[in-house]
């Protein structure tokens, strides 16, 4: 890729982007600029990255082949006001914050953009992430080529239509943290018949990391996986059985159904 690829905001997920494509090496430190006013995070970011840094949002849109908006939701406006007469038709504009639509965010610009408005999660930190992406009508075959190949850098991609957008924050964008509360919960157990706990935390975490390879390695379904473990009169299948008469199917989609909701009632704003 021979595009100049800027940041404004180094945040932890524009972090976690930036280390994507220079570990996999698409384009080189110095093609890479980020615009920050914390000088802290500016400093590691050079250190680590050997890219570009500054506090001027200005400079980084001017510059910019591929624009990434990582800054938080609620300040995308005061950021797009500061860079608006910058971008050009030729700069793509990635936009990964949640709660802002196509449509709210060329309204901000004020004109016609390429815009693709993505939802990426936290596990892009640790090169396993999944985003979806969701390209506005300007946008063309290779430029979002380009955004699928920056997106896969740090995990895996998927092209939808942005009504699902909201369910993608439900099942992957706000999920890791309903996987982190089953994994604490399965090392509490072990706690309690008598493991250490950094230990209990090494098997349940390691356990919820290949059941998820499987699922997406062997393309079965889940609870063919399942039934795969539970052996007639065993011990899955009394655990399995007592998960569900707590209503643990029920729960979790429950909850990743008041996410989406909670999501779909941020768009309205």
């Known amino acids: 890729m021979n595009k100049k690829i800027g940041f404004i905001g180094g945040g932890n997920m524009g972090g976690a982007i930036i280390g994507g494509i220079i570990a996999a090496s698409l384009v080189k430190s110095d093609m890479v600029m980020v615009a920050d006013l914390n000088e802290t995070l500016l400093d590691n970011l050079s250190t680590r990255f050997g890219v570009i840094t500054t506090k001027d949002n200005k400079q980084v849109a001017k510059e910019a082949d591929i624009l990434f908006l990582s800054v938080k939701p609620n ?13 050009t038709e030729h700069t793509l504009v990635v936009s990964i914050a949640a709660g802002q639509t196509i449509d709210s965010i060329e309204t901000m610009f004020g004109k016609e953009i390429k815009l693709v408005r993505t939802m990426p999660n936290t596990p892009a930190l640790v090169g396993e992430g999944m985003a979806a992406l969701c390209p506005n009508k300007l946008v063309g075959d290779e430029d979002l080529a380009d ?3 920056i997106f896969e850098s740090f995990g895996k991609c998927e092209v939808v239509s942005e009504y699902l957008m909201e369910t993608v924050i439900g099942v992957s964008g706000s999920s890791p943290a309903y996987v982190y509360m089953f994994i604490e919960a399965l090392a509490d157990a072990a706690v309690v018949g008598g493991m250490p706990r950094a230990q209990a935390y090494q098997f349940a975490a390691q356990s919820v990391l290949g059941s998820a390879k499987m699922v997406l390695e062997t393309g079965m379904h889940p609870g063919e996986l399942k039934d795969m473990v539970c052996s007639p009169g065993g011990t899955t299948i009394a655990a399995v059985a007592e998960l569900e008469m707590n209503g643990f199917r029920g729960s979790v989609m429950g909850g990743t159904l008041a996410c989406i909701e909670k999501a779909k009632q941020m768009n309205k704003k």
């Not at 300040?75 to 971008?87: C, M, N, P, S, T």
């Open 147 to 149: 955004v699928k190949v």
């Open 75 to 87: 300040i995308y406006a005061v950021v797009i006001e500061q860079i608006k007469e910058i971008i």
